[in-house]
């Protein structure tokens, strides 16, 4: 019966306006899904009813074609099974086994505390199957713009409160309307890595002059300390870049073999150091209370945090009490896991930890197999980001898990292509065109 199918080619006629219905509802849902993701952080809802009525309105309406997302393709993993679909809805086994395999580890999170961070990166990663990255890449930048302008400007003006710390040195930090004063920096940082990301070699001196702007304005207003370093990094590195690379003949950058080694191991040698070092905390040494007051006592909290709740394999349950919303004193005591390692650790379970750690190491291997150095290093910045901040988790980084399915030649998911076999002695090598 398939063959006949087949051999008519009966889905032929269907294909193309399907698969325009498709990306269609996928960048509609992206768009809707991050809208609600960014109103989560700002302080919209505790001021204007009427902009909450429409936060409810895009989130019933994103919840409604992520189903339709997810079974399209579903019904096309079965169907290519038969090979009855056409190159853009082919699954292979590996990917449909890796994407599935995810989005059923993640669902226990969400299924019995309401976890649903990495569940929404997952599946928008696994209905981003054969779709054209950059185009992903630009809407989200784009959008992430607009939403950050719009949030800035409500901010500054009145319209939503903005959030005003004030620091034991008579200092203040100011959120613009977001509900802490970290997301402001932290989505300039991205938005810069979006764009550095997408010119690669190309960026200028006048990018890399409004990269300094978005510094200074991180540290001055916002004293996000983690989002400057990060910013200082990359401002420094891309002036390495741009040198080396001002002559025609070394027009492509060439990443040092040591710095290689170091970008390829920087998620699981910080995943490491902020376990080890969190577990093992002892306040009684002056060495480590100088590392805690650095990390701002992130130290102290992760050692609670493992005192508390032991590590699971499908997560567990912790309540967090933090100071997002509002300048009071809480009025239970303080703990927030401030740590994407250990929040992922602890809050989701070692296996959502090892099948993130797996992805972000592969993307890791994979930029570096294809001489994708600018891009390579751009992932370190995130994993030192991730020693200090858990907002890798969140919306704007699922990105970094959509380099799973290998945007950049639409081969999909393909361990092989990360880790390729070492040619035997005389062995000739392939073509290349």
């Not at 784009?142 to 319209?159: E, P």
């Not at 764009?195 to 304005?217: D, H, Q, S």
Request: hydrophobic share 50%.
């Amino acid at each position: 019966m398939f063959e006949s199918l087949k051999e008519k080619n009966v889905f032929a006629k269907y294909e193309k306006p399907l698969w325009k219905i498709y990306q269609i509802a996928y960048f509609v849902a992206l768009v809707l899904s991050v809208t609600v993701r960014y109103y989560d952080s700002t302080m919209f809802g505790n001021t204007i009813p009427a902009i909450h009525s429409l936060y409810e309105i895009i989130y019933f309406v994103s919840n409604l074609i992520i189903p339709f997302l997810v079974i399209f393709n579903l019904v096309c993993a079965v169907l290519s099974a038969f090979h009855l679909t056409a190159p853009q809805f082919t699954w292979t086994l590996s990917e449909f086994l890796v994407g599935a395999s995810c989005c059923l580890l993640l669902y226990l999170p969400y299924r019995f505390w309401g976890y649903d961070q990495l569940l929404w990166i997952a599946v928008f990663v696994f209905c981003a199957h054969k779709i054209d990255f950059r185009k992903i890449l630009k809407i989200f930048l784009v959008l992430s713009v607009i939403l950050f302008v719009a949030v800035f400007i409500c901010g500054c003006t009145g319209i939503i409160p903005d959030l005003v710390y004030f620091r034991g040195d008579g200092t203040s930090r100011h959120s613009f309307g977001f509900n802490y004063v970290t997301w402001p920096p932290t989505h300039l940082l991205f938005i810069s890595i979006f764009w550095i990301w997408l010119r690669k070699e190309n960026v200028t001196y006048c990018e890399i002059g409004v990269f300094a702007v978005f510094a200074v304005f991180s540290y001055l207003a916002c004293h996000a300390r983690t989002v400057f370093l990060c910013f200082a990094l990359l401002i420094v590195w891309l002036f390495i870049v741009k040198i080396r690379t001002r002559k025609p003949e070394n027009a492509k950058y060439i990443m040092s073999k040591p710095l290689q080694t170091c970008c390829l191991l920087s998620y699981p040698i910080s995943a490491l150091i902020m376990t080890l070092l969190s577990l093992f905390f002892n306040p009684n040494s002056s060495a480590f209370r100088f590392l805690d007051r650095l990390t701002s006592n992130r130290l102290t909290l992760g050692n609670i945090g493992f005192a508390r709740y032991p590590i699971t394999l499908f997560g567990q349950e912790i309540p967090m009490v933090s100071l997002c919303g509002t300048t009071k004193p809480p009025l239970e005591e303080y703990f927030f896991l401030d740590c994407t390692y250990l929040y992922v650790l602890l809050r989701y379970g070692a296996l959502a930890f090892c099948a993130l750690m797996f992805i972000w190491v592969y993307s890791c291997f994979r930029e570096q197999q294809k001489k994708n150095y600018i891009r390579l290093g751009l992932l370190a910045v995130i994993a030192l980001k991730c020693i200090m901040e858990y907002h890798p988790v969140d919306q704007e980084v699922f990105l970094l898990y959509l380099l799973a399915l290998d945007p950049d030649d639409g081969e999909g998911f393909n361990l092989r292509a990360a880790f390729p076999k070492r040619k035997k002695a005389g062995e000739n090598p392939p073509e290349t065109t």
